[in-house]
């Protein structure tokens, strides 16, 4: 039986002086800040988002929800009622030719429907979506909520906050004592397991109510706090990239922007 010589291993000439230039430390890349902010409907999301770097483009997709930063300098905004105009927006972004630091999908949830009736069109309305139009919409969704995220990298966008309302999902033993999240995104799952896989932040915004003693009176009153939950949760999907050695509140108070950095450098003290 005749044996069959090995390929010969040879010499790759080609030029990697491209390769070379683009290897930077990692110290030395710009700062940017890419989440998933999700939460109940009034617990704050919105309000959150408009602390981020300014001019601040807002894209409504059939939210109508921008009446609590109506006083807010800085914030313009875009109404998006198709999927079309959805890609539109972004070939205006990725241009470069704009003024935004800081670019807010509210709500990605409400942009989910955009894409099926994308899929849908000429079809019968009470037809049922087939398990191929699913996979279409999700891909579809994957691919230009990342081209969304990479608007970071190397433009003038600082900022990308992806707004979902939440979802309580059947909590399900994962094995060896794990729980999976019981609270997340309202999106598909293949959807809000990529997003939130690609993205530096997931924030649960929260209303905390407490009532303490008011010292001039024998009753006690009630206080409100706008809360959004970061640390690790076994119910509540949430995230923070950071330094290891870096300190995670499991929430804070009135949550910004600027909290927000000072958790990603390790810079945040707990008060």
Known sequence: MKKSNPKKITKDTSDYSDISRRIKPVETLPFSLTLV???RPGTGKTTFAATFPKPILLLNVKEDGTDSISDVKGVDIVRVNTWDEFEQTYWYLKTGKHKYRTIVIDAVTQLQDLA???HREGRPDDEVISQRIWGQVSGMMKKWLIDYRDLVNGGSVEAVNFICHDRVHDTADAGNGQLDPEVGPRL?????????GAVKVIGYTFISVKKQKDPTKK???TEVEYRMRLGPHPYYTTKVRQPKTSFTPDSIVNPNYDKIVQIMKGEYKQK
């Open 37 to 39: 902010t999700y939460g």
């Open 116 to 118: 099926i009736e994308k």
């Open 188 to 196: 598909m799952p293949s959807v809000a397991g990529h997003l939130c």
């Open 219 to 221: 009753s006690k009153r």
